[in-house]
């Protein structure tokens, strides 16, 4: 179609061309022609701007057509990457997206690697963290166990609240609630370790406080004649094995054969003359199972 009109304005053009200028001018002067010169002129000269415009737009189809054609086309990877890459035409957005899943992520097998280095790398540290902790906690509760040996005994060489009258050795069941009150914290916070162990009180068998044959607790009411730390003649009898053990884990549960007691003397020496340096365990009459050695062990001695 666009062809055929072409073609008819070009003859239109090529009749126009060779029309006489004379017949046109005299016949516009004597008034016969419909149109005037000038008017006939701008006709003219539109049908030239159009034959032009036609004419360029058909090239400019031929220049894309023939570029179109000299496009080699490759064959599409999968990855949509533009027009001519791909020999599809996509939307902008699809090839935007395209550019954006370009950057290459961590691969699986190279995630794995990490993972195992990281391994490794915990592996060597974490023993040595494990027992640097255990170092310090060690010694915290070390240190924890001396300020109840001496808060027992600042309780018992002074009058307390609790007994405002007299003397007062506590006895199994009441030790931790003495030491509790004596430094002003939780009676939860004696009895158990920061690492939820159990700390046990331990009595010696032998321990005699003046003329009493019994154990604790003890409460001194009495300092005439006669009483049970004097004789008859008023001498003052001395205590007889005065020792008390705090015993606690920061690790390891302590044996089941370990409460807060009057000990055998057998098991309260053992404990009592234990090395500390040494890191043994007490010999006692019991076994220890599953303690290779006493590094968890923390005991604390103290006389009445």
Request: with cysteine.
């Amino acid at each position: 179609m666009k062809t055929e009109l072409t073609m008819m304005l070009r003859k239109l053009l090529q009749v126009l061309d060779c029309l006489p200028a004379t017949p046109l001018r005299s016949a516009a002067q004597a008034g016969g022609s419909p149109l005037p010169l000038s008017r006939h002129a701008d006709r003219r000269s539109n049908l030239l701007t159009r034959r032009e415009s036609i004419f360029s737009a058909s090239d400019e189809k031929r220049q894309r057509t023939g570029a179109l054609q000299r496009l080699r086309p490759v064959r599409c990877s999968g990855t949509r990457a533009s027009v001519l890459d791909c020999g599809s035409p996509l939307p902008l957005s699809e090839r935007w997206r395209s550019r954006q899943k370009s950057h290459r992520a961590f691969s699986l097998i190279e995630l794995i690697g990490v993972l195992a280095v990281i391994a490794i790398l915990a592996a060597v540290a974490v023993p040595a963290l494990i027992r640097q902790m255990d170092r310090i906690a060690g010694e915290q509760e070390s240190a924890t166990l001396k300020s109840f040996s001496d808060a027992l005994q600042s309780s018992i060489t002074r009058l307390t609240p609790a007994h405002p009258t007299s003397h007062y050795v506590p006895s199994v069941a009441d030790w931790a609630s003495t030491v509790a009150a004596e430094l002003g914290v939780d009676i939860a916070a004696v009895k158990n370790s920061p690492r939820r162990q159990p700390r046990f009180f331990l009595i010696d068998p032998a321990l005699r406080i003046g003329t009493n044959s019994s154990g604790l607790s003890y409460s001194q009411t009495n300092w005439v004649f006669g009483s049970v730390v004097t004789n008859t003649a008023g001498v003052v009898v001395a205590p007889l094995s005065p020792r008390l053990l705090i015993l606690s884990s920061i690790g390891r549960a302590l044996p089941t054969n370990i409460v807060s007691s009057v000990a055998s003397s057998t098991n309260f020496n053992a404990i009592w003359d234990r090395n500390d340096t040494g890191n043994a365990l007490p010999a006692t009459s019991f076994a220890w199972t599953g303690w290779p050695n006493g590094d968890d062990l923390k005991v604390r001695g103290g006389a009445a």
